[in-house]
Each structure stands twice: as C-alpha cells, then as structure tokens.
C-alpha cells in the first residue's frame, strides 16, 4: 500500500478544513446550537421529559446524528466532486495510486473532519443542559460508523454528480427530511401505532435510536437492529464504490 500517497490526500484534505474554519467547524456549531435552542425553547416548554429525560437532553444526541449525517456526506462528496469539476482529477489517476488507497485518504479525512465536529457539538450541547453518556464505547463506535458510512456515501455522491446542484440533491432532499423524520427530535413511541409501523421503514430511525440509548440507555428500537442497519449501509456503500471503480463509471470529468 502507498501510504504516502494515502497521508499526502489525508493532510491535503483537512488542510482544507483549517483554511475553511469558518465554513467546516463554527457554521455546523452555530446551525446546531440555533436547532437546539429553537427546538429546546419552543418544544421543552411543552414537553418537560421523555421517557425520564429532559427534553433539552433527549434532542442532543439527535442533533449530533443530523450533523453527521449531512457533513458527512458534504464533506466527502465535496472533495472528489471540485477535483473532477476542475479537471485537476487526471493528476489523481496518473499517480502511482490505487483506487482503494484513494478511498482511503478522501474518506478518512472526511470522517475525521466529521467526528471531531460532533465532538465539539457534544461538548458544546454539555454547556446548555446536562448530558450523561452511560455508554461511551458504544457512543464512539456509532459516531465513527455512522461518519464513516456516510462520508463512503458522499464519495459515491460527489463521484456521480456531475453539477453543484446533483451535489446538494441526495442531502437536502433525501437525508435531511429523513433524519426529521427519524426521531431526531421526538421519540417514535409517542406516534399513532400506524405512523410508529411506518417510520419503522426508515432507516435513520435506526441510527438515532442507537446513538441515543448509549448515551441514557433508551431507544426506539433494539440495540442489535441499529448495529445490523449502520453495517448492512456499510457494506452497501463499499460494494456501490467497489462497482465505481471496476467499472469506471464518471471516474473522469
């Protein structure tokens, strides 16, 4: 393996990440915190507890998953799109690099760049209301599937859009309203029995839930079916990117 080539993608990458402070790190803590205060003021007020904890509490874990969720996927779909848009992606494909050593390098910067940002959200949520995480291994191993799984995602994405609008058609349309709908904010338990079997087809539901019961130790589902869920998209988004580079398919401009 061509570590070097592998550390010089990875170092490009989150360089990037330091000149673009403002845009990678404060803007996701800024919109966060306004969901929380929003969310947390508006709906706390009403809802004082779930399940035994504090509304303000209950939404944390789910505001961390909505940030993983959609920076994860800019972040890497980003890296690969602006080479390919601006041609310099040749020079990629000429290097003495492999297409899993590329993998590597672009979706490790990006799910590195997502999990230090849901860590200093976390720290910052600590600040508004008192968190507890009863399970702190578990808590990391879904925040470093679920940013490695979408940032996989965002690669496949960045890999077949070939506009700025293709770009943002997977996150805005598709993941966000998912993750709203996923009990980011509310637990799936208080729905009409109908709505709870429907949003069972969700599959962010499951993520969620297992973010949230390592943290207070409740969920809407098993901890078992949210693990089953994180690995089976796993292993779905290496396959989609496998087939891209067997294939070949919009590799180039």
Known sequence: MNLQAVAAIYRFEMA?????????????????????????????????????VSYGAFIVPGLIMLMLLTQSVSNA???IFFPKFSGTIYELLSAPISYFEIVLGYVGAAATKTIILGL????????????????PFWMLLFLVLTALTFSLLGFIIGIWADTFEKLQLVPL??????????????SVNMLPPIW????????????????????????DVSLGASLAMILLFLGLCLGVVAWIFKTGYRIKP
């Not at 673009?20 to 809802?47: C, D, H, N």
């Not at 200093?120 to 399970?135: D, G, K, N, Q, Y």
């Not at 709203?180 to 904010?185: A, E, R, V």
């Open 77 to 79: 779909s980003f890296s």
């Open 173 to 186: 349309l598709i993941i966000t309203p998912l993750t709203f709908l996923g009990g980011s904010f509310y």
């Open 196 to 219: 709870q079997t429907i949003t069972l087809f969700n599959p962010v539901v499951y993520l969620v839930s297992g973010f949230r019961w390592s943290f207070y130790g409740i969920s």
């Open 16 to 52: 990037r990440a330091k000149r673009t402070l403002l845009q990678s790190v404060v803007s996701p803590v800024i919109s966060t915190s306004l969901y929380f205060v929003v969310f947390g003021a508006a709906i706390g007020s009403r809802i004082t507890e779930v399940e035994g």
């Open 120 to 135: 200093i959200i976390l720290a910052t949520a600590s600040l508004f209301v008192p968190l507890r995480i009863e399970h």
